[in-house]
């Protein structure tokens, strides 16, 4: 997997700017985690930022009517001026208003990827996915693996169904990574960091790659976290410290990403 | 007190799903306290959450004309499913607004806790309080008893006065709890994340015991994180440790709870 | 400068209440900074707060139609109750109506000091600023001091044009203030917090010096922060607690501003 540190390399050349209309949870935290990775965090909720902007990132945390109209004429822009989008559809399947929301973003064609857990890419894909909070999911291996490919052919995008193991699929290829630590679950907003840092990887690389290179970094940066703290609010700043000190070497000591069948 | 330890316990093994309707300046503080606490945050204002949460958690410290009309339909909600709520009063007394639709949402009957400062409180009971900021009191120790204890009867609810000492009281009952740290005052949001966690504590324990136990168990692993630390930075993330760390142990060890005169 | 650390007594003694009208992304960090000065910070849009303010704090990062409209009502309230405004025009450059909206609010003449990177203060002057993401500037020395003078001259404000070296101007008076680190630009808001804190020094202190007497002790809590990390999420929390800990010694050993031709 030479490409995943190449694809670090590349957004610490270019520093993407990557615009993120996100939830008001995390906004400050995704912009900490973009600017740890060496990327260029826009939070605005304005779409004139897209023009200058590499990639957009949605996530539907706190949506409104407000926030809808917004978001269907961001889709629209970025669909017009060919930037790449990364969907995460946080609590699609706990509410209809969540998953209808979601599922009309992949009308103009301009969503590459989409990011999820279990039950989120579940409910979009039309199965009855109970959402148990934002942060958990009820997960089942052989299951998410299965629900990334079928996924990514219905939405013709690249899918990462995030869990325990990852599982990133184009619908031709389909890669699992195994990275990460459950520490990333006592602290909110993590599965939207590493949504934004996907918006910054796509900015330099095609979406399956992009995809895969984003959650092994993102994981292997949990992992050293977790060396040096067993308790969460120690562990969120660590992780931002280590997305800034990942390299090369770090990447082929302990990414474990696997091709498999599709 | 051998309620604290296991209401601890009731919330760990339930993990039970807290709405936050919550300030903009403190969602994010709000979700990894409740997460540290191992609870399930939900910080979304879309009424159809509430059906799958444990109790409702009212903030209302940026509110606004659209915030007051999602609030008022979100509580006379949670009234029709009898999910309890938690009312912090941010900034009562400072402004008409705030201390008008604060009082508002006690007519549906379902606030089971109030959790403020003695000038919010007391705005409340239509004194005449006067607010310094937003994080600060003018404190005065048998005041703050007594106005627990007669805004308990007034609302007819649990009442939390917090300050250097707080006391809780259901008109019946009162409680002085001697445990926290003055470093709380120095980070924003300390006052909110103790009444979310009072969410989910309601969630798993009667009203007046679930104030208790929140704000004993948020003052001790406040002092644990000030044994570690004197500065507010720090501080601030040692919180969201001790509140993961804190055990049965720790509980036994460092809780100042009192019953006093009503 | 004798000023700068009797400026920080003045702000620890008054505890000013600082009102902040800011963008969603770093309420909290800029909340948290303010405290760790030992300020009173209030983040509510509500313009009735204003009158118990001892200053005015206004942040266009994520501006809507609403929320310029609120921020117009606010400023004209500020003018008329004569409270000092700090503006900082983020993203300002970027896109017309941040331009245009920053300029707006000089109307009423309440605006004190205008704290912006290179681009978004050459912006205001109407020359055309490249603005790449936010946080960022190509900085020229020169260029810098000139467009403080300049803008200050034309705004008839203290402004100060904050880079690696930061330029503060009355248009009679100029100061370059080297205090500062590079870790600053890995973390987002810390723009926004030092602006927020030069409103807590306009509290105490007349515009130029309060400017200067902010940048300086920020810088300073910057390096300081720098000496113990390395990182971006542990320098993030190390800025709090130099913040917190600076003090007058600290000031005088470590303060780097120099009085410079206009």
Known sequence: MEYIPQA???VRANRPLVHNITNLVVMNATANALLAIVASP???QLED???IASALVINIGTLDEHWIASVEKAVEIAGELEKPIVLDPV???ATRLRTETALSLFDVGAVK????NLSEVAALLGEHGKT???DSTVYEKDKAKNLATAAAKEFNTAVAVTGPVDYVSNGKETYAIY???ELLGMVTGTGCMVTAIIGAFIAVEEPLKATVSALAIFGIAAEKASEETKYPGSFHIKLYDWLYRIDHNLIKEKAKVERIEP
């Open 8 to 10: 670090l390399s590349k």
């Open 42 to 44: 826009v939070m605005a």
């Open 49 to 51: 930022m897209l023009k």
């Open 91 to 93: 609590g699609a399947g």
């Open 113 to 116: 990827v989409l990011r999820g």
């Open 132 to 134: 148990w909070g934002v």
């Open 179 to 181: 990275n990460g630590h």
